[in-house]
């Protein structure tokens, strides 16, 4: 059934994200454009410059707006389909709970993490068109040799461990941020019967606000006598350490993951009333 509730999920959530991803793909190319004249050597017209100058802004701009209409349509899906009158239709489907919160999250990470791809395929489309006339294609052909022929050591090694722990920790991180809305979300319905997307992005900023308070004290002290603690382990240690404290990160999403879904999971199944 999760399979099915997924397919649906992902249908209703893509359906006009499709246009917002090809809207900055086209940006991208645009990007490239401005790029290439702030880096051509030529003497060009100062008119072209101040084009190219709107352009890069309002390439950045719509780039970074794509985040912000992913997120519109990943919880614009979630409160619809819980919390108004379509709620009363989920909530009598013959699943558990568990598997129709697992269905929104899963669409989420899905969604961001395609959102991130694009974004990254946007830079690269915008870079590679921006700086081409200055591009030797034999430069790449040599790093590529000296990468293939380059040996392994632990610097590679760690260097691989490092990549993959940051992925997990960024994958926490997006898991960690959905529940939070979620939660908000949730809590405004169940407080409230009405400004419920009003009342929600009250509690998100008074709870966002609290936890960007926590978190500047943590990098303020823990982060800070983090480094200082660093500097003096032994240099043939540095790597296995720091592997170990992203580790340790991780250990500590995942806790506050579990902890936020299990709140999540509590709110959906015991306290709500869509009475």
């Known amino acids: 059934m999760l399979k099915k ?15 917002a991803a090809l809207s900055s ?18 003497e060009l017209p100062i008119a072209l410059y101040v084009v190219a100058t709107i352009v890069a802004i309002a390439v950045v701009l719509g780039i970074s707006m794509f985040y912000f ?3 519109i349509f990943i919880y614009t899906r979630f409160y619809k389909n819980f919390f108004t009158d379509e709620g009363y239709l989920t909530f009598t489907l013959p699943v558990k709970r568990t598997q129709l919160l697992n269905s929104k999250l899963i669409t989420s990470i899905i969604t961001s993490s395609l959102t991130g791809l694009i974004v990254v395929i946007d830079f690269f489309i915008a870079f590679f ?4 006339d200055l591009i030797d294609k034999n430069d790449f052909s040599l790093m590529w040799d000296e990468l293939l022929h380059t040996p392994i050591d632990n610097f590679v090694l760690y260097l691989v461990i490092y990549v993959i722990e940051a992925l997990l920790l960024l994958l926490l991180c997006e898991i960690l941020a959905t529940l939070f809305v979620f939660s ?11 400004a ?6 009250g509690i998100y900023y008074v709870a ?4 960007s308070s926590l978190l500047s004290i943590f990098w303020l002290f823990g982060v800070g006598s983090i480094g200082y603690w660093m500097d003096s382990i032994p240099e043939n240690y540095v790597f296995p350490v720091f592997a170990l404290l992203l580790l340790m990160c991780i250990l500590f999403m995942g806790i506050l993951c579990t902890a936020f879904y299990s709140l ?5 199944d015991r306290k709500l009333n869509l009475s």
């Open 5 to 19: 509730l997924l397919k649906y999920d992902l249908k209703a959530v893509l359906k006009y994200w499709w246009i």
């Open 25 to 42: 793909v086209a940006l991208s190319f645009a990007g490239g454009w401005s790029i290439s004249v702030f880096v051509n050597e030529k």
């Open 264 to 268: 999540q999971y509590w709110m959906l």
């Open 184 to 194: 908000c979300i949730t809590i405004a319905s169940i407080i409230t019967k009405k």
């Open 69 to 71: 209409v992913t997120a």
């Open 129 to 132: 068109i921006g700086t081409s």
């Open 196 to 201: 419920k997307i009003i009342t929600a992005i």
């Open 208 to 211: 966002n606000s609290i936890v």
